[in-house]
């Protein structure tokens, strides 16, 4: 079964940084993208930033220059680092894995931690 354990959020000024980290556990499957998504109040979950499944990275377009998604293969964590936040970063970030079931896509998703960035 796989888990995601998020940790890392909290309260930070506008300006200022934080790191988020997920641990992940029980991926048995070799294709499968691996990242951050967030969602704000009344609006959709977006991504923010992903490893594909052949290592590349991807950013959503309102983070590049400030975010920078990091792995460590040993640990099996992915952590996200988060500078020159904004009030508009203010979301629940979510750890994302996601893999195919025949030709579906699949998620597990960790349980979120909730970043705030006062103006």
């Known amino acids: 079964q796989v888990q995601l354990v998020e940790s890392g959020g909290g309260l930070v000024q506008a300006g200022g940084s934080l790191r988020l980290s997920c641990a992940a556990s029980?991926?048995?499957?070799?294709?499968?993208?691996i990242g951050w998504y967030r969602q704000a109040p009344g609006k959709q979950r977006e991504s923010v930033a992903t490893f594909s499944s052949g290592g590349g990275t991807n950013y959503a377009d309102s983070v590049k220059g400030r975010f920078t998604i990091s792995r460590d293969y040993a640990k099996n964590t992915v952590d996200l680092q988060m500078n020159s936040l904004k009030f508009e970063d203010t979301a629940v970030y979510y750890c994302?894995?996601?893999?195919?079931?025949?030709?579906?896509?699949?998620?597990?998703w960790g349980q979120g931690t909730q970043v705030t960035v006062s103006s």
């Open positions: 029980g991926i048995t499957f070799s294709t499968y993208t």
């Open positions: 994302n894995v996601q893999t195919r079931r025949l030709t579906l896509p699949y998620n597990y």
